[in-house]
């Protein structure tokens, strides 16, 4: 397994703290960046992680695709995009694309990013009741039966242009895991659907970001999701929470419910091989926000959970 951290695509101290962490790769976000998934743009990208020893292994950004999910004119322009960048990235052999689906329109939903924790520390979570008071969605009203019509109608697109191009597709879990959401159903907020989906389009190259805290969300037993999952899993957020789908904290990486140790042996008996980042990270003492940054993605605790996922990797290798 590879230990890998979400980086900016210029550098920056996040990327100095990588070099001095000894991570394997880099993932890269395109915060800020427009039309980020054209060649030029992803070749430098590319060669800035290259240069500075951080091999770029993984695109965790998505061009834009609401109009794809919810079926809409101008869908197949959208899926122009995602078909240029995934040529793109095979050009350039940056292996894996992590993606959502009905992620879109809503979005990843918290409804705190301060609830107190050991030491004072800050955790994000999320609570169902207080989040369905917002007015519906304007996308309100879609039908499941079109969102799965309308990702058949995406995977049949762009799966084959993914195994040509060599690049891993890694659909990663709806956050939170359940449907539906200010009106909008989601779809991937199962182990079931999940495998309803990989059936979709039975390719190696279409598969999932395994993210440890939505499958814990669902009330899966993460070990033996990977292992259900097997050689499908082409990605990981490490990060766990406690509580269900309607009601859940995110919790320190050695302090939640699932045994952190037996999903890194279960990654180990199927035999992956690929990316592992931490995700979702408590705010830490005397922490202060870089502008514009996201809760569970400062610095401190991103630190802690690699230390962590370092220190698991030696004890189970």
């Known amino acids: 397994m590879n230990t890998a951290l979400m980086l900016p695509p210029s550098p920056d101290r996040r990327w100095t703290l990588a070099k ?10 395109f915060w800020g960046v427009d039309d980020w998934w054209e060649y030029e743009t992803l070749m430098r990208t590319r060669n800035r992680f290259e240069d500075h020893g951080i091999p770029l292994q993984v695109v965790e950004d998505r061009p834009p695709m609401t109009k794809t999910v919810l079926g809409k004119e ?10 240029q960048l995934l040529r793109n990235m095979g050009k350039l052999g940056i292996e894996t694309y992590c993606w959502v689906w009905t992620e879109n329109p809503v979005g990843v939903l918290r409804t705190s990013d301060s609830i107190p924790d050991r030491g004072g520390s800050l955790l994000t979570g999320y609570d169902h009741g207080l989040s369905e008071r917002a007015d519906e969605h304007p996308a309100a009203g879609i039908s499941e039966e079109e969102l799965w019509d309308n990702l058949e109608y995406f995977l049949n697109e762009v799966v084959p242009v993914a195994e040509e191009a060599g690049v891993k597709m890694a659909l990663h879990p709806d956050d939170p895991p359940l449907s539906p959401v200010r009106g909008v159903p989601r779809l991937v907020t199962s182990l079931e659907k999940y495998e309803r989906i990989l059936e979709l389009y039975d390719s190696p190259n279409h598969g999932v970001t395994l993210c440890q805290g939505n499958f814990a969300a669902m009330e899966t037993d993460v070990p033996s999701a990977i292992r259900r999952l097997g050689d499908r899993i082409h990605f990981v957020h490490f990060r766990d929470v406690e509580g269900t789908p309607d ?17 890194i ?30 809760a569970g993605y400062t610095d401190m605790g991103r630190l802690f959970a690699i230390g962590y996922i370092r220190g698991l990797l030696e004890q189970t290798g």
Request: glycine share 12%.
């Open 74 to 83: 101008g869908r197949d322009k959208e899926i122009a995009r995602v078909k």
């Open 20 to 29: 001095q962490l000894g991570v394997d790769c880099g993932v890269v976000r």
């Open 265 to 294: 042996e279960a990654y180990r008996d199927i035999g992956f091989e690929g990316p592992i980042r931490p995700d979702h990270v408590p705010k830490m003492l005397g922490e202060e926000d870089r502008e514009g940054v996201h």
């Open 247 to 263: 009601s859940f904290v995110e919790t320190w990486h050695d302090d939640g419910p699932t045994d952190m140790r037996a999903a």
